[in-house]
């Protein structure tokens, strides 16, 4: 795609709009509260809009968008809405708990439940899975999306003679480095408050651009047709969704088999799913951190709410468009992949833009990809900068460390893991699927941090050694289920049948390799879903905890330290709750 000068200049007045804003709104900034949890401030439309801006980004668009291209369909979709109501339990439950304490990182609340060295374990594994799957992925999908709007590899191929493989390895990288600058920018100087300003305008520019992409795709789908200089003449919208039900009814289930490898409907409902959900939107620091700044438990349970309301609504704005992806190009975007699905479907969502979007509303999109990346970069390079500052800095290396000398640190700490994340950011591309490739990696820590928080809050006698000892576990546990997987995919193999683990057929290459008895359950066993996996890990977890709970308690409950803070739940909370939970209900039961 030809950028237009128009096109450079609204992308180059959103960045400098999103700087001068963060920076302007984070100049009086004098504390550690200020700097890490914007001084306990923020406000229900400031943390809402942020919670989702933080969250949604170019893996979404592209990996998630790019699932729904392939066979997945809208059952991709149950990552968005489970996650509506356990943000419901996180507001109703889990919020008051940690408003309570008066916490700066989650880390801390386990070492007021546990001990410190149970605190160090979950701040490494945090630090180490926000560099390697977070913000890597969040780095090399918004290159990637860059890169299939407008063309970058082939500029540089025109340019400067290289490989089309070697422009598409190089332009993501210089992707990576330009987004991981801007962003780290106006987030080493302003901390969290800047960050949730930029969310502000950055989540705005999301959900408009992705809405328009569903106008546009639908009214082609409707009967219009994209002009000679892009966008898209004529068409109804209306007629165009009727069209797309009919022809893409196999694409609109949510619920899938329960033997699914990618969304059960076992692990959905009552199994793994739960696992990451929790542990994701209750216990993780990179979304967190923003309820933890709330100036009361209502600003935080509003914001909440808030961000539910548009978990329900991100389906439509991004699963969607990949299926209209795959129903108007999908033999384009397959040829363009050279065959491969997965390829294919981190491409849809771009190629779907480039085509449709009309010149002038270029920029504008490229912003609200741009803004999508840099919200989520900036979210959690900001988190794992205090994770670091508060969890290992201040109580290792400096414990007397003054207000000053810990803003410092911050700053110092946040530019350290930006450069580490976009030195690695091509990794993901190794992996089939960047969102896949994010949720597979975040089991190697979610089913113990879970389990750890839930049954230390469950059970007040839980011993301190329980604490530390399925924290260990977890990721021992889970590389045990997985990776087994991994080496027999990594060595081409694919499983064509199987039979519950009496009988599984595989083919690598041309050769079929039948097995039969034990080692049949072997492998049936490494063939479920990652969700499953997940699931039987942390049940695995919970029975240690119970037993560690029977044979050793505690002589007495925990106490916990008291903010003073008044962490009654009001009713307009469990209202406005009970109605998300209410709607997505209702939205599992039109798209069954």
Known sequence: MQLTTLDVLTFVAFLALVVFVSLWASRKEKSGEDYFLAGRKLTWPLIGFSLIASNISTEHFVGMAGSAFGRIGLAIASYEWMAAITLVIVAWWLLPKFLKCGIYTMPEYLEYRYDGATRSIMAVYLMLLYVLALLATVLYSGAQGLNGIFGFPEMMVDSFGMSAENAVYWSTVAGAWFIGIVAAIYTVYGGLKAV???????????????????????????????????????????????????????????????????????????????????????????????????????????????????????????????????????????????????????????????????????????????????????????????????????????????????????????????????LIAPLPGSFEGVFAYIQEIWGFISPGIVAAFLFGILLPRAPVFAGKLVLLLGPLLYAICRVPKWVLDGQGYKILADESGSRVVQQLGTEQVTVEGPLAWVYSFNNLAFLHHMALVFLVLAAVMLLATKLKPLAQPVSYPNSGLDVRVPMSSYVLGSLIIAATVLLYVLFW
């Open 196 to 422: 949730v300003w930029s969310d502000l305008l950055q989540g705005a520019a999301l959900l408009i651009g992705g809405a328009l992409v569903l106008y546009l795709g639908l009214k082609i789908v409707g009967g219009g047709s994209v002009g000679e200089d892009g966008g898209v003449v004529g068409g109804s919208v209306m007629e165009g969704w009727r069209i797309f039900s009919e022809q893409n009814a196999d694409k609109l289930h949510v619920v899938l088999p329960w033997n699914d490898p990618d969304v059960p409907w076992l692990a959905v409902f009552v199994g793994g799913l739960w696992i990451p959900n929790l542990f994701y939107w209750g216990l993780n620091q990179f979304i967190t951190q923003r309820t933890l700044g709330a100036k009361s438990l209502a600003e935080g349970q509003r914001g909440i709410f808030l961000a539910c309301f548009f978990k329900l609504l991100i389906p439509f704005i991004i699963v969607i468009p990949g299926i209209i992806a795959f129903q108007l190009y999908g033999d384009a975007v397959l040829a363009k992949a050279g065959g491969d699905v997965a390829k294919a479907g981190e491409l849809a969502y771009p190629h779907l833009i480039a085509t449709i979007m009309p010149p002038v509303l270029r920029g504008v999109m490229l912003a609200a990809l741009a803004g999508a990346v840099m919200s989520s970069f900036n979210s959690g390079i900001n988190s794992a900068a205090t994770i670091y500052t508060i969890d290992i800095y201040k109580r290792y290396l400096r414990p007397n460390a003054e207000t000053g000398q810990q803003m410092r640190m911050g700053r110092i700490a946040t530019a350290v893991i930006a450069i580490a994340a976009c």
